[in-house]
């Protein structure tokens, strides 16, 4: 079965420093990986999606990922946060298969300190 | 624009009461679910959809039923709403060329007293 390891439950950064969200994964085969962003009182939003094809992953506002098979990891990088990064953020993994569905990582909150 | 509509946004109900929450998309998916967001927890995966007049059980399905008679449209029901279900419900859809990417209401906010 597949999981999302995100470690910790509460990141804080401040303004203009790097951040870093991480996440492992465990799949019995190649997955497809996913970061969600969640916003107060709104529903989730695709940040990006790793699907095999280049490791390095860019998303929307800035924030990439790289896709690591050997430390099966999957960790989320912004290199200067800003206030409006303050948010909950997803990991999520799926497997290749036609119906396939997303486990989910439990989250972690991100602050971003003035 | 609409995207993933859920209805209603808020409820309360008494422990023992029976409610459905509605999700409709305009974005023709085959594929419909149904999560619950609690603190700590991530999204769980209660029910899913494969396609019209399908369902399936998804991780935590227990005292919750669904339906999809039109391909928009996944219901999901309680029969008789106990404390553990207070919870915010998210609807969520996707087509397999999506390759797994999501595409999410903005939540149900239920409270069972």
């Known amino acids: 079965a597949q999981s999302v390891t995100q470690l910790g439950s509460h990141v804080s950064v401040s303004e203009g420093a790097l951040v870093l969200l991480r996440c492992n994964y465990s799949?019995?085969?190649?997955?497809?990986l996913f970061w969600y962003v969640q916003y107060p009182n709104q529903g989730l939003q695709l940040l990006l999606k790793?699907?095999?094809?280049?490791?390095l992953v860019k998303g929307i506002n800035g924030f990439e990922a790289e896709f690591k098979k050997s430390e099966t990891s999957f960790h989320l990088t912004k290199p200067s946060a800003h206030m409006s990064d303050a948010a909950e953020y997803f990991c999520?993994?799926?497997?290749?298969?036609?119906?396939?569905?997303?486990?989910f990582g439990k989250g972690i909150t991100l602050s971003v300190r003035p | 624009n609409a995207g993933v509509t859920q209805t209603p946004k808020f409820r309360v109900l008494k422990t023992g009461q029976s409610m459905t929450l509605l999700c409709a998309q305009d974005?023709?998916?085959?594929?419909m679910y149904w999560y619950r967001q609690d603190p700590g927890m991530g999204l769980r995966l209660i029910h899913y959809?494969?396609?019209?007049?399908?369902?399936a059980k998804g991780e935590v399905p227990d005292g919750y039923n669904v339906s999809r008679l039109k391909k928009q449209n996944f219901l999901l029901g309680l029969e008789s709403a106990a404390p553990s279900q207070t919870s915010v419900y998210f609807c969520?859809?996707?087509?397999?060329?999506?390759?797994?990417?999501?595409?999410f209401g903005e939540g149900s906010r239920l409270t069972v007293l």
């Open positions: 959809s494969v396609g019209e007049g399908t369902t």
């Open positions: 969520a859809s996707n087509d397999r060329e999506n390759t797994g990417e999501l595409f």
């Open positions: 999520a993994v799926s497997d290749t298969g036609a119906n396939s569905k997303l486990t």
């Open positions: 974005m023709n998916h085959e594929y």
């Open positions: 799949s019995s085969v190649p997955p497809y």
């Open positions: 790793y699907t095999s094809a280049a490791t």
